[in-house]
């Protein structure tokens, strides 16, 4: 007899079914897994072995065949163990053969019997529920698993025998609870950094509209500072955003104690990171920081410093809004709708620019270190702004700032009025006017007659490739909606093309 458990094979964030054969049959003993298993698929004969024998089931002396179905699919992960055992189980009739037929199945084994979470419950449960099945996932795994919807029957047990005393009836598991991470409250304040009143602005304006924004200026000016603070003035995730990030977070295994959290990513990995790690790869094609920041931000400090090939990486998921990971067997995508913030020196020795200091190694020190970031990339970035040193009277006798609460809901009512002008004009997965279409936003960004002639002008003078002229239009909309008015003016196209300005510098110098 073959027993049968529906378990998944992860290719991006989707749970592509795959089917566990297990057949118990007389002829040389031992355990075969066959169907594209990786190391650790294979490794699992041990581990499930061991699991067995710990739970008091003793294998009979036969051979056991395990195929993972489809054979043509590569199966990675540690996550069939327990439908291979459940599978193993049904054939040896420890269990109803049945009971699993309603059920998808992942979970790693112990040698013990107890069962250990896996990456990846979230995405599992929500393909088991679009399949109209259950899910069978790991004690720790239950409360992320819970998320995929109120009606889908999850049994989280904590060992193989708490499972099999379940299907026997002499012991009930109860349904998980879905967990939310509780949000610390205090996050870095914007009231804290002394003057810089235009680099706030700038944050306000990037938060407002998802735009991609650089800074540039010399050490302990308060860039760093700037951008940590951030992710105290962005809108939280909406429901449908919520999913869709803690769906990347599961299958890298980041979801620490199976807890969502409502907050944006705010990601900032260090400069050492390659490419891998920056847009997903690696043996198991995991998702890179560029996914793990989707919907969220990717901070990227002492911009330059990163390898070129990493940063110019970036270019594709900054214009699409997704990775892609090519192999030679299969395609890989991860979403990764990302807003870019990057904090950089001005040069080598930090200070190019500074009232009365001249460099020993004169404009070549700037012109080199800039010329790092390709000019593609540089294009891509919406507002580029001068982050100069804090005067001393700021420091000493500061003014009065203000408290990233209010900025926070300037930027929620900017937030909603591109949310309703989008689902107006029949688009709302938009959602800001960084992501929004180049056709659409000549619609929705016509500036009024001085705007355009200004706009004319400066791109004329300043050479805007079209796509700097689009960005340019996009900056301009959200600082008309942080206004609050309904058409985009000529103050607004001078401050946004101010800001391309500053970057065009720095494009002439890569
Ligand atoms: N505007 C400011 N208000 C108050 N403190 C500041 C300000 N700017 C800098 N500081 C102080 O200087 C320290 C360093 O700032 P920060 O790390 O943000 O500088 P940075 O611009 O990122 O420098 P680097 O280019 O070296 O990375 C902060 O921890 C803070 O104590
Ligand atoms: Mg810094």
């Not at 990846?120 to 998320?147: D, H, Q, R, T, V």
């Not at 301009?476 to 609050?484: G, S």
């Not at 001078?494 to 391309?500: G, K, L, Q, V």
């Amino acid at each position: 007899m073959v027993a049968r458990v529906s378990t998944v094979a992860f290719q991006g964030i989707e749970g592509v079914p795959v089917e566990v054969q297990v057949m118990v049959a007389p002829g040389k003993v031992g355990i075969q897994i066959v169907g594209l298993p990786d190391k650790a698929v294979a490794e699992s004969r041990e581990r499930v072995q061991a699991a067995l024998h710990a739970s008091g089931l003793a294998l009979p002396p036969k051979k056991v065949t395990v195929n993972l179905a489809p054979a043509d699919l590569p199966k990675e992960g540690s996550h069939f163990d327990l439908p291979i055992a459940l599978g193993l189980m049904a054939a040896l009739g420890a269990i109803p053969a049945d009971a699993l037929s309603d059920f998808v199945v992942l979970g790693e084994l112990n040698l013990d019997g107890t069962i250990a979470p896996v990456a990846g419950a979230l995405p599992a449960a929500m393909g088991a529920n679009a399949m109209g099945k259950g899910l069978i996932c790991p004690a720790e795994s239950g409360a992320e698993a819970a998320w995929a919807g109120s009606q889908i029957d999850i049994l989280a047990p904590r060992s193989l025998i708490a499972l099999a005393n379940h299907f026997r009836g002499t012991q009930v598991l109860s349904r998980p609870e879905p967990a939310i991470r509780a949000n610390a409250a205090n996050l870095p304040d914007l009231a804290d950094i002394k003057g810089q009143e235009s680099a706030k602005r700038a944050l306000e304006v990037a938060a407002a509209g998802g735009h991609n924004l650089l800074m540039v200026g010399p050490p302990g000016s308060g860039k760093s500072m700037l951008a940590s603070r951030l992710p105290s003035i962005l809108p939280s995730l909406s429901a449908q955003e919520l999913l869709e990030v803690s769906m990347i977070h599961s299958i890298a295994g980041q979801l620490s104690g199976g807890k969502l959290s409502d907050r944006r990513p705010f990601r900032t990995p260090h400069h050492s990171a390659t490419m891998a790690a920056l847009v997903g790869g690696g043996l198991r094609a995991r998702p890179g920081e560029a996914s793990l920041a989707h919907h969220g931000v990717l901070f990227l400090d002492e911009f330059p410093e990163f390898s070129p090939q990493a940063l110019d990486a970036l270019r594709q998921p900054l214009e699409t809004g997704e990775c892609i990971i090519a192999r030679a067997n299969h395609r890989i995508s991860y979403p990764a709708t990302i807003q870019l913030v990057a904090a950089m020196n001005p040069c080598r020795c930090g200070m190019a620019g500074e009232p009365g200091h001249t460099c020993a190694r004169g404009p070549r020190c700037m012109t080199d270190y800039q010329g790092r970031i390709s000019g593609p990339l540089m294009d891509r970035i919406d507002i580029r702004i001068d982050v100069p040193a804090v005067s001393a009277a700021d420091l000493i006798r500061p003014m009065p700032a203000e408290k990233s609460a209010d900025i926070a809901a300037r930027v929620a009512r900017a937030r909603e009025r591109q949310r309703e002008r989008f689902v107006a004009a029949g688009m709302p997965a938009t959602g800001t006017n960084a992501r929004c279409s180049t056709s659409m936003i000549e619609k929705l960004a016509e500036p009024d007659a001085a705007g355009l002639q200004l706009l004319r002008d400066a791109a004329e003078k300043m050479k805007f490739s079209a796509r700097g002229y689009h960005r340019v239009l996009k900056v301009a909309r959200t600082l008309a909606d942080l206004d609050e008015k309904s058409t985009v003016g000529r103050i607004h196209l001078a401050e946004a093309i101010s800001y391309r300005i500053a970057g065009e510098r720095l494009t002439a110098a890569a």
